[in-house]
């Protein structure tokens, strides 16, 4: 079974009880305290990734690691570890992300543009995203990349908004080369 297909079932559980236990908010601020550590300790990731370690071991290292954790979440931990499933943690927390935000009408945006865009520009972004997705709510990630000529890449709901130059530089090429 694919590392995503495990992840999803996971988090779909966690999502499913914590609804029914109506922590669902808790249980978020938990996965996204997850999601940050595992972002930022490629320590962490060896260790949930190491065969070499007993699962006595890595389910007491969780507990203090994730001591603030609610108890579901640090039940689903310790589940995960007794099934040799720890190393999915990082990709359950991902899939739980994307459930809520399913449930909750929030779509995530990728804009990619030369330099930082002005706080008017990301609120046009952010309400393109939203009218064409029709999302309640859409978190916009900001990516500086130079190799963009002018104008930007708008990335959200598997669908790509490339209005940069170098693309429609590449268009009036196709273009040209057609007539």
Not at 39 to 61: I, T, W, Y
Not at 69 to 90: A, G, W
Not at 144 to 168: H, L, Y
């Amino acid at each position: 079974m694919s590392e995503i297909r495990i992840a999803r079932r996971y988090a779909k559980a966690l999502f499913e009880k914590a609804q029914d236990d109506k922590a669902l908010e808790a249980v978020v601020a938990d996965v996204l305290n997850i999601q940050k550590a595992c972002a930022e300790s490629q320590d962490l990731l060896v260790f949930l990734n190491s065969p070499m370690l007993r699962k006595g071991v890595k389910k007491e290292a969780l507990a203090k690691i994730f001591a603030s954790c609610s108890e579901l979440s640090k039940q689903l931990m310790m589940l995960m570890t007794d099934k040799n499933r720890e190393s999915f943690i990082p990709a359950m927390a991902d899939e739980f992300i994307v459930l809520y935000n399913k449930f909750k009408g929030i779509t995530t945006a990728e804009v990619t543009s030369a330099v930082a865009l002005s706080e008017q520009a990301l609120q046009a972004v952010k309400k393109y995203v939203a009218q064409t997705s029709g999302a309640n709510d859409v978190v916009l990630k900001q990516c500086i990349d130079p190799a963009v000529i002018g104008g930007m890449n708008i990335v959200f709901d598997s669908k790509i908004f490339d209005a940069t130059i170098s693309n429609q530089i590449i268009q009036l090429k196709k273009d040209l080369q057609i007539a």
